[in-house]
């Protein structure tokens, strides 16, 4: 069981930055996969960035690549998503989500075993 709780959201102008926090709890955080996911209103869920278990591979959908960041660390079983350059359009309730499975990438919305209650990011132009 891994209970996953997002911070770091808030109102932003476009162009600035923000950082979004999701701290899990349990010892197993280390081997999820962990990703981000967003969703505005009257539109579906949609992928945004995912990590792999150790760190070392990362993959992001092409709306958000080269302005957002996604880390984590596993020793303050914590993950990250650095947003950069926000634009208006990245306004959305952002969800933090984990995957136990090894032969699933990137992740998808209905393979991920747990989520967050999600965060407001809500940019102004």
């Known amino acids: 069981q891994v209970q996953l709780v997002e911070s770091g959201g808030g109102l932003v102008q476009a162009g600035g930055s923000l950082r979004l926090s999701c701290a899990a709890s349990?010892?197993?955080?280390?081997?999820?996969?962990m990703g981000w996911f967003r969703q505005a209103p009257g539109k579906e869920r949609e992928f945004v960035a995912c990590?792999?278990?150790?760190?070392?591979?990362?993959y992001y959908a092409d709306s958000v690549k080269g302005r957002f960041t996604i880390s984590r660390d596993n020793a303050k079983t914590t993950v990250y998503l650095q947003m950069n350059s926000i634009k208006p359009e990245d306004t959305a309730v952002y969800y933090c989500?984990?995957?136990?499975?090894?032969?699933?990438?990137?992740?998808?919305?209905?393979?991920?075993?747990?989520w967050g209650q999600g965060t407001q990011v809500t940019v102004s132009s």
């Open positions: 989500a984990a995957d136990s499975s090894r032969s699933r990438w990137p992740l998808v919305a209905g393979g991920c075993d747990y």
């Open positions: 349990g010892r197993t955080f280390s081997t999820y996969n």
């Open positions: 990590i792999g278990w150790g760190g070392g591979i990362t």
